[in-house]
């Protein structure tokens, strides 16, 4: 796994450097899977290209220095982990609904050499009402976790305003991204250009849709859950 993550790191004009601790990540990913359904992608090849690859992607995306990063709905780490592998100065917070989840990452990123990593045990329409993570990070982060309209409203009250929400998406999400164009307004963002990049060693291409927070989210952002989902914005 190691030579393939340095090798696809390298095409993408990123350091190589990472790739001994990516693949360990991708070895206990795969260990702890054997208990507790973490993924769904089991190959190795498979792992370093459609995990480690794919969020390492990201530091193309934007500019990650010191930022402070939530990452909302991490499940396994991604893209957060693989961040702050790559990039140790980030202040990581990952945040997912499902304690099993948060448990193993609390005790994984230490192992892999991860310092400070703030694993979070909650649901992010709770926790971004609270003044303690409410328009306090410099990047939000978010993949695999839902439509974008919905996603927007669940990560954009968590930004700081001037900061970026960065959701990875599909390469034909453009009809999905013209949906959610009004409630990113609503919510305080402003779309930017997206970023589109191929996975090495494969053919997949994908986007991450960058928004920009011009304005800060109004109080009555995010809904209970239900509403969200029912009545997207
Ligand atoms: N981001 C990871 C990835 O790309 O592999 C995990 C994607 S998984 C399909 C979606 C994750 O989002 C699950 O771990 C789930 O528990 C979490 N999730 C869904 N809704 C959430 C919410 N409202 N707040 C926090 N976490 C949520």
Redesign the pocket.
């Given at each position: 796994m190691q030579e393939l993550i340095e090798a696809g790191l390298r095409e993408m004009g990123l350091p190589a450097a990472p790739g001994a601790a990516l693949a360990r990540y991708g070895q206990l990913l795969l260990e702890q899977n054997q208990v507790m359904n973490l993924?769904a992608i089991t190959e190795p090849t498979a792992v370093a290209q459609l995990?480690m690859l794919d969020?390492a992607a990201l530091l193309n995306a934007a500019d990650f220095t010191q930022k402070t990063v939530l990452?909302?709905?991490?499940?396994?780490?991604?893209?957060?982990l693989v961040l702050k592998l790559c990039q140790p100065d980030i202040r990581l917070t990952l945040?997912?609904?499902?304690d099993k989840?948060i448990q193993w990452l609390a005790q994984t990123a230490p192992a892999l050499g991860a310092e400070n990593v703030v694993c979070v045990h909650?649901?992010?329409?709770?926790?971004a009402l609270q003044s303690a993570y409410r328009e306090q990070y410099d990047i939000v982060t978010?993949?695999?976790?839902?439509d974008l309209r919905v996603l927007a409203e669940?990560c954009l009250p968590f930004l700081r305003v001037g900061g970026v929400f960065l959701a990875?998406k599909g390469r034909d999400s453009s009809p999905e991204v013209n949906r959610a164009d009004r409630a990113i307004s609503l919510l305080g963002g402003r779309l930017q250009t997206a970023y589109t990049y191929e996975i090495p060693g494969t053919d997949v291409t994908h986007k991450i849709i960058r928004v920009e927070k011009v304005r800060s989210t109004p109080e009555r952002y995010p809904r209970r859950?239900a509403k969200i989902k029912k009545n997207p914005l």
């Open positions: 993924t995990h969020c990452d909302v709905g991490t499940g396994a780490g991604f893209p957060g945040l997912d609904s499902l989840r909650g649901r992010a329409e709770d926790l978010s993949r695999a976790v839902a669940l990875m859950f």
